[in-house]
């Protein structure tokens, strides 16, 4: 089998999402090709973190198995956030959407199964189904366009192309209602990558109590400035927090620059507790379900703070307000408190298992919605 995935993340980022793992389990099938766009040199000026500095672009290479190619161009479109300029987003992105791309089109051509992460790949839609009329053609819905902030334009484009897929997947039900048509999409929750978290790895944490943040998504720093003082016998690692992390001058935290998965991974397996400092602006409701770090803290057993938007009903999630310190000290002290949490009590699927249900969902009733 030949698949390929489109998406708007480099293959070789340090930092390793649902994606990433996707792409390898495909790879254990057959050839698997990623294709990465929205990219430009306005990334580069803006400090993008989706840009690796020094990875070069619109070269084929080899990625850990996987065959990758990121696309640069000098400027991209984005949305400009201003209704008047909904006109000119739809000219700019119908201009990008056709672009010469002859990769993708040969690698399109090629596949039996195409995957369309949501977000700008999503004005691809009908140019993957003209390239390859008789490949599965499926949306991954990582995210609610809407919800993450995409230009006007790119949702009206998702809408008008929607009966050109053949499948929608959705890590969350929560997502559903974001969809033009029910009928084609199932619940499939992110896999999971057991082996690096099962690994025996020395702690790269020094003596004490540790607690660990991953991740730059709505990172609210106002968490560490009250729970660390809070705290002061706990050391706060909060690893690639990106620039909302940057200048927590405080004692006891420790900012690490964006850092490899196989490091990471020991980070999280050494904490006494996880913390997943979320803002409570915009924030999807759909995070208690697909938010990577919370699940990594779950398998490694770690009781976990995080805000009670983002908690659910996991009995080792501990939830505060954002806006009151005073829950957030006490999110802190129960987790800390708290007994770490069973392995065997997670029914996470692998990534091997996320693929056999996208192939095959009418064999997996678990993912009817």
Known sequence: MKSLMVTAHDRRSKRRISIHFLAEALGRRGVSRWYAIGFSLLSRAKGDPRVEVGHPANRVEEVDGV??????????????????????????????????????ETWAAESDLIIVESGIPAVLIDRLRRAAPRAKLVYLASDDLETVGCSRAIVERFEASFPSIDLAVLPSPLLLDAMPDRTKCIHVPHGFERAPFDAVTPS?????????????????????????????EVTFHVVGGGPESQGLDLANVVVHPETPFAETVPMIVHAAIGIAPYRDVGAPAYLVDTSLKLRQYRYAGLPTVCPRFAAGTDPSRFGYDPADPASIVAAVGRALASPRFPVAATDFPSWDEVVDRILDPAGHPETRL
């Open 67 to 104: 065959t990758s190619f990121r696309e640069e161009t000098i400027v991209h479109p984005f949305n400009l956030r201003r209704a008047w300029a909904v006109p000119i987003e739809r000219a700019a992105f119908a201009l990008y959407a056709a672009k010469p791309r002859p990769v993708l």
């Open 204 to 232: 790269p944490h020094g003596v004490g109590r540790h607690a660990v943040s991953v991740g730059s998504m709505l990172f609210d720093r106002h968490f560490f400035e009250v729970a660390a003082p809070a705290f002061p």
